[in-house]
């Protein structure tokens, strides 16, 4: 299985993006999928991760009450949307899915938030 994620672009700050995460080549269904974002010469961070009901969803405190993660299960996607956007949420953004270790991990799009 891989995990495509896309929908990141350049905004200004306050701008709102809603990145999405498909799975090919499987299904990502029963399991617990996250976001994680890498900033330039920074280390890979989590960001937030949901249960593979979605009835349960953790944030990291950076982005808690701005960022909602999401899925549609039978669109074998997740989804996050990001509101009030800050330039401190540039990042590359990866999305992965846990099977004992967070794995399937694809190319992941590129969040620039001008200030």
């Known amino acids: 299985v891989q995990l495509q994620a896309s929908g990141g672009g350049l905004v200004q700050a306050g701008a709102s993006l809603r990145l999405s995460c498909a799975a090919s080549g499987g299904t990502f269904s029963t399991n617990t999928v996250a976001w994680f974002r890498q900033a330039p010469g920074k280390e890979r961070e989590f960001v937030a991760r949901?249960?593979?009901?979605?009835?349960?969803?953790v944030y990291a405190d950076s982005v808690k009450g701005r960022f909602t993660i999401s899925r549609d299960n039978a669109k074998n996607t997740v989804y996050l949307q990001m509101n009030s956007l800050k330039p401190d949420d540039t990042a590359v953004y990866y999305c992965?899915?846990?099977?004992?270790?967070?794995?399937?991990w694809g190319q992941g799009t590129q969040v620039t938030v001008s200030s």
């Open positions: 992965a899915a846990y099977r004992g270790t967070w794995t399937d």
């Open positions: 949901i249960s593979w009901s979605g009835g349960t969803t």
